[in-house]
């Protein structure tokens, strides 16, 4: 079929696939990607041809399915584009996660059987506390689903509370995005404000800044504890947008790592460390367990999050690189864990990873399908994955956080 079909017509959604979407099929087998279909419904769509596929628009459920819901924060109403699985109960989601992120690693990365769980349980309310956000008539909001548009918000469901505060309180005069962090466990709360922070009004707490004063050199940061450790963060430093679910992703880690980490001595490569997370958490448990002669290596590309790192990890034995992982020259290690953004990995840094010789490579994707390539290219460089663990950092969205430990063959 090519450019739209407008005649409505009834598939059934079978499953979500990256990007949010539900594998549906058409009776004569040919697949259609329809937006806010739940798995298992059937669905009356119109199709249009779009970025080289079928994609269908809803006109009617005709049969929903048993885990659809009324979605709590009314704002989905409106038509706010934050929690595009805001119908689906939650504890569906996180069964859709698993078998989204199964099928990503069985078709993209040739795992044929891939051994992929559901990680900690993690409260699917009141929990970010990074939000960046659009703003439109002075007013704090999030865009709208497949538009630029702007739905102000006058709360948020899934904002931590003293987050939630900063959009119910603030005003942000002209201001084109604000992005508001807060310490869960200090309180400690910032807002960057683009282009400037003139005219901004929010509680006398708040460390405001404009991302014209960051640009020319001005520093701000809040703290935050995760893993036993104090962080800081600067505004324009990447740190999970949640911080019990960081403190998730490191147990999960180090689970993986635990029998590596054990021996008396080894070095650990963390690969777009951003602040320091994970370097920090292994190397001080490491420590902690009479296991003081492990070293790290560090590498990131963001001079903020090197700053930030070079206070965070002052404590440890541990080499900051600033520069991209793809680029350097890798050393020998025992243990490597990576971050990378939402485009993983890729090649060239499948490559310079692979190259470590490390014996465990334990890695964090923010795609089940770069998590899916990315396993592809380690496989065919001599990596054997052993077990995925889905991490929910972000319910009611299709964003899904997976955690693989891979082993060096032979």
Known sequence: MTGSDREPQVVRAERL???????????????????????????EVTVDRRHGADRGTVVRIVEPSPDRISARCPHVADGCGGCDLA?????????????????????????????????????PWGFRTTLRLAVTNGRAGLRRSASNDVVELDRCLVAHPRLD????????????YVTLRVGAATGERLALVAPGREG?????????????????????????????????????????????????????????????????SGVLLDAYSGVGLFAGA???????????????????NDPSSVADARVNLADLDVR????????????????VVA???????????????????????????????????????????GYRPVESIVVD?????HHTEVVTRFDRAG
């Open 17 to 43: 696939v990256a990007g949010g979407a539900a594998l549906s099929r058409r009776d004569d087998g040919q697949i259609v990607l329809v937006d806010d279909a739940l798995p298992g419904e059937l669905v």
């Open 87 to 123: 119908a689906l109960a939650h504890a569906a989601q996180v069964d859709a996660k698993v078998e989204l992120v199964a099928d990503s690693l069985r078709r993209l990365g040739r795992w044929r059987e891939p051994v992929v769980h559901a990680g900690p349980a993690l409260d």
């Open 165 to 176: 505060e900063l959009i119910v309180e603030g005003r942000f005069a002209s201001a084109s």
């Open 200 to 264: 901004v009004s929010l509680p006398d707490d708040v460390r405001v800044v404009g991302a014209d004063e960051v640009a020319a050199g001005s520093a701000a940061w809040i703290h935050d504890d995760v893993a036993g450790r104090r962080w800081q963060i600067s505004a324009r430093s990447f740190f999970q947008t949640r911080t019990d679910g960081a403190a998730a992703l490191v147990d999960v880690v180090r689970a993986m790592a635990a029998d590596v980490l054990d021996r008396e």
């Open 282 to 300: 292994l190397l001080d448990g490491a420590r902690s367990r009479g296991r003081a002669r492990w070293r790290g290596v560090t590498v990131e």
């Open 320 to 335: 900051i690189v600033e520069g991209s992982v793809e680029r350097m020259r890798a050393p020998r290690v025992d243990l």
């Open 339 to 381: 971050d990378p953004s939402r485009a993983g990995l890729g090649t060239d840094a499948a490559a310079v990873v692979a190259s470590t010789r490390a014996e465990r490579i334990v890695l964090v994707s923010c795609d089940p399908a770069a998590a899916g390539r990315d396993i592809g290219l380690l496989k065919s460089r």
């Open 393 to 397: 950092l972000f319910p009611h969205t």
